[in-house]
């Protein structure tokens, strides 16, 4: 496929704007952090939090300070998060992938140019597992860190944030509630809005069903329920998230969990580590087929199990 087809085929399964921070590649594993103090974040909530969630905010309010929040490009943005990771003895690489093929030495984009008009909205989850094995300290801390920033540096409003957490006070992060969460995220989202999506907890590998994974696996999310529900694939996400999220609409992701480099399975990805003459890649073994076929599939069985429904009432 020569890259004016792969490109036209990706605008074709993916009509919106997406890009996402990944806190490592797919082979890799996150990291707990025990104080997130040593990033420098004002005022954070708690000591514990996610390493990747930690670098991307201290180099975010970093920028802040110094005015070049507007002027940092993707590739600053990476290798700073990739150093403050370095400084702090965490090995993991952050990743970028996205739905369209980026310069990463321009300035990257949070907030879609539409704002003006359009509606800043936020789903984010931080899931500790609390009382299971496996359980985490810090991703309470991220999303209420994230919540912060999100609020005083770029005036998202608290009604448009959709919060769930295993606190005991928020919505539950169960299986049913993420998928929801990110449905209805889609559902209400319109052209000129801009999208947050932040996940802090386990992620996990699976083996590949569908065909369309080079390493043999889905990457995944692990929901608090997962023993009772299971884990959430990437296929499942960009099920539900990715492809239905409509064109106009700019949502930016960050993944902070293990084996997360590709989770939302999009077509153009950029390492810290990468080659910048280079710059973002297109994925060539990328199975547009398979994810379209899939996401085609589930979208008539849904409509058929709808009018069954219908018929039965």
């Not at 930690?54 to 290798?79: I, K, P």
């Not at 003895?89 to 952050?94: E, H, K, L, T």
């Not at 509630?177 to 992620?203: C, E, K, W």
């Not at 480099?261 to 890649?281: C, E, H, I, K, N």
């Amino acid at each position: 496929m020569n890259f004016r087809d792969f490109d036209s085929k990706a605008e074709e399964a993916i009509p919106s704007e997406i890009t996402m921070i990944s806190g490592c590649h797919d082979s890799q594993t996150s990291a707990d952090v025990s104080n997130v103090g040593n990033f420098k974040l004002p005022n954070p909530q708690g000591k514990s939090g996610g390493a990747c969630t930690a670098a991307l905010l201290s180099t975010l309010y970093e920028c802040d300070r110094n005015g070049t929040l507007g002027n940092t490009s993707w590739v600053d943005l990476l290798r700073s998060m990739r150093n403050n990771l370095l400084n702090k003895g965490f090995d993991q690489v952050p990743q970028l992938t996205s739905s369209r093929l980026i310069d990463v030495n321009k300035p990257f984009k949070m907030i879609n140019d539409d704002s003006s008009y359009g509606t800043k909205r936020a789903v984010l989850i931080g899931i500790n597992y609390t009382g299971q094995q496996g359980q985490l300290s810090g991703c309470h801390n991220d999303v209420k860190n994230m919540k912060e920033y999100l609020m005083n540096i770029h005036g998202f409003e608290e009604r448009n944030m959709t919060i769930l957490m295993d606190d005991g006070r928020h919505a539950n992060p169960t299986r049913v509630n993420i998928t929801q969460a990110y449905r209805d995220l889609v559902r209400y989202s319109m052209p000129g809005d801009t999208v947050f999506a932040h996940y802090s907890g386990h992620g996990g590998r699976i083996v590949d069903t569908s065909g369309d994974e080079d390493d043999g696996y889905d990457e995944t999310l692990i929901p608090v329920d997962f023993k009772r529900s299971g884990q959430i694939s990437d296929d499942e996400l960009f099920r539900d998230l990715v492809k239905p999220m409509p064109k106009g609409v700019l949502m930016t992701s960050l993944m902070d969990c293990c084996h997360s480099g590709t989770v939302l399975d999009l077509p153009y990805r950029f390492t810290a580590d990468g080659d910048v003459s280079q710059g973002m890649q297109r994925m060539n073994n990328y199975d547009f087929d398979s994810l379209l076929g899939g996401a085609v599939a589930c979208c008539c069985l849904m409509e058929l199990l709808g009018c069954l429904f219908d018929v039965m009432d």
